[in-house]
Structure formats: structure tokens, C-alpha cells
């Protein structure tokens, strides 16, 4: 099967980036939000994103109106059932991922594959809320993603031979490498990162020193190109706690327990660079301008 038309549920920074690199490949995407407002918004911010690379000379004015023209905001899941493939990118909340789920194999076509961004949900449990377990996969694109060349493939314990070889090759048309994974907490790559930053934040919690040095102790220390309370600010907060509770309740293991300061920062709001403030404070091109707060 190749893949003529994607929906994206979830207009985010995740599912705007996921919308971007399908419409720049010449994939027709409905954009799904909760309502129509915030899918049109998700669009407008492709659109904005789009402009500064022909602002640069990057990219041609008319490619900017070819590709946004192939991306349709919508509400809800209805225009689904003409879709070869969804990929849900909504928040990482199990009850709002199960919703989605169910109401979005009950729109698409018998055949059409259902794929999760989720950073750590188990795709085994998505896939056993619907009528489809066989044609459920992860697809976690990583963050952001037309310039993160990864792509990690979950199979689920349902997920057919099928259903891999048509994901793996929407990747490979994306411009994307895959690695693949079976469906554990976390997968691979916040198995490994979800512990690293939540590391910093209790270095920061405990005083060990302040957030600029954390962050450039991983930078010039470890070569990261980004600092461990950066990379949180970038992920968002509230997404690196719910992948955070995640990995800690379901290995039953205190070694993933969340912080209290990563804790306290999204029970304040500050979900890092979307809402303009987490450790960091940012102006409204996203560039960094200060330390959020003293300890
Ligand atoms: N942020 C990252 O670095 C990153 C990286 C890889 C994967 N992910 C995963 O991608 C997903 C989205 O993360 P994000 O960073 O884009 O979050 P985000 O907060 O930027 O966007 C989430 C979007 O989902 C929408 N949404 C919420 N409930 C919905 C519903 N019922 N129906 C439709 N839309 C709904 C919200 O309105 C919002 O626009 C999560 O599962 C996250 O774990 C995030």
C-alpha cells in the first residue's frame, strides 16, 4: 500500500512537524485538533515556520503554498475514513489516547494503518481498544521533527509483518531512518533520555549547581548538542512527567521517580519553550532569555 493521504491528530509541536514533513513529501494530511480553532492554528504555525525559510532563501515561496495547500485542518476525526494512515500526536494522556483510538478506527477504512507518536503509552494496550490491533504501530518522530532524522517503530504484540514494511517505507519516503523496537515503557530512545533529564532536574533540585553550568556540563562534557533542562524545555515539561510517571509505574521501579521541581514547574503551567517559560524563560521566537526562577 502506498500511502496517498495521512490524517494527524493532535496540531502540536509534534503533529504540526509530523503534518510538515508528510505535505513536504507530497502527502495529502488532514490536521485534526481537539476543535477547528486550534487545528487552523497548528496550520498557521507551519506556515509561519515555512516563511523563514524562504525569509533565508531556503525555500521557494511557491513550495510554501504547494506544501501548506496539502495540509486540511479539521475537527475530530470525521474526514478520517478517506485516510491510508492516521497518526495520533495528541497529549500524552492514556484516557485521551484511548479516546482518540476508539473514535478514529471507528471513522477510517477497513485496512487503513493507526500509528501513535506516543513517547512511552504502550501500543499493545492502544491497539486492544480497537477493531484493528493488526494494523496499529508506533511511529514516534522525534522532536523537531523535519529536522530529527529518527524515527522509531513500535511494534505492538498485534502489529503485523504488514503494517511494519508499509511504516518503515513511509520513513524511508520521508526522509526518515527507522530503528526498531518492541513495545516496552519508554521504547528506546526515553528508556534512555527520560532518566538522563530527570537526573539534571534533581542535580538542580539538590543544588548541585545552577541550571546554565547542568546545561553546559552535558554540552561541552558529554558533546550534547543541547543541555539536559534545555532539552526538557524543548520536549515540554508536562510531556517529559507523563512519560516520566509512566516509566516509574509501569517498571515499578523508584529509580524513575519524577522530581519534585519537574513536578512543581508543570503543577505551576511552566511547560517549558510552548508556553514561553520552564527552567528557562523565552521570547516569542522561542529564543532563550533568562533563568525562570532562583532556587
Ligand atoms: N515533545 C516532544 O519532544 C515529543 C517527542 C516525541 C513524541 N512526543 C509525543 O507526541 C505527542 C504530542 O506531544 P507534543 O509535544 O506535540 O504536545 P503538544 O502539547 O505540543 O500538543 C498536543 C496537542 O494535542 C491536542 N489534543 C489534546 N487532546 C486532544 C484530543 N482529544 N483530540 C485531538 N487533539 C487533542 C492539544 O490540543 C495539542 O494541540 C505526545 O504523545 C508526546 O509524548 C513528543
Redesign the pocket.
Known sequence: MSIQKVGV???????GGIAQVCAAAGIEVAL???DLE?AEA?KQKIGKILQKQVDKGKLAAADREALLARITPVAGVGSFASCDLVVE????HLD?KI??FKAADAAMRPGAILAS???SISITRLAGQTSRPELVIGM????PVPLMKLVEVVRGVQTSDDTYRVVSELAAVLGKTIITTRDQPGFVVNRILVPLLNEACFALQEGLASPEDIDQGAKLGLNHPMGPLELAD???LD?LLA?AEVLHREFGDDKYRPSTTLRNLVAAGWYGR?VGRGFYVYDERGQKTGRAFER
Open positions: 491528530i493532535g496540531a502540536g509541536q509534534m503533529g485534526s485538533d481537539a486550534r497548528g500526536a495528541a497529549t500524552e485521551t479516546a482518540i507518536n506516543t513517547s514516534h518522530f522525534m522532536n524543548l520536549i515540554g510531556t512519560i510552548k
